[in-house]
């Protein structure tokens, strides 16, 4: 199955992102299972590499770096990080640059799209 998550909320604040990024960790650690995500709009936040949250706190830059570990592709807007201020450097290991395009494709790939 290939599954494609579209992230739309910023890292902190509310817990969508916290929510996608358990699914879709926990969905790429399956045999036979394809994740692709695209971060979009303020979540193009949760790829700033060199997060610090409280100990105890979930941390989503670590999460990120989870699903990609376990095969997850990630990309992110990159018109939303132009718009936010972050540069490409700034960006978490295992995350990229990424279009509207990519974006598109990945659409057109996925068996399921689910949208946070």
Same mark, same amino acid.
């Given at each position: 199955?290939?599954?494609?998550?579209? &992230?739309n909320d910023p890292p902190y604040g509310t817990e969508r992102a916290y929510n996608a990024l358990r699914l879709a960790a926990n969905l790429a650690k399956r045999e036979d299972e394809q994740v692709k995500l695209f971060l979009v709009g303020d979540a193009a936040s949760c790829a700033k590499k060199a997060q610090n949250t409280p100990k105890g706190f979930y941390n989503v830059e670590r999460m990120l770096q989870a699903a990609a570990q376990k095969g997850a592709e990630i #990309?992110? =807007? #990159?018109? =939303?990080?132009?718009? @936010? #201020?972050?540069?490409? *450097? *700034? &960006?978490? *290991? #295992?995350? @990229?640059r990424s279009t509207l395009d990519e974006m598109t494709h990945w659409t057109q790939w996925a068996d399921k799209v689910l949208v946070f």
């Open positions: 199955m290939k599954t494609y998550f579209i &992230l #990309g992110v =807007c #990159g018109t =939303c990080m132009d718009a @936010r #201020g972050i540069a490409d *450097e *700034e &960006l978490a *290991e #295992g995350t @990229r």
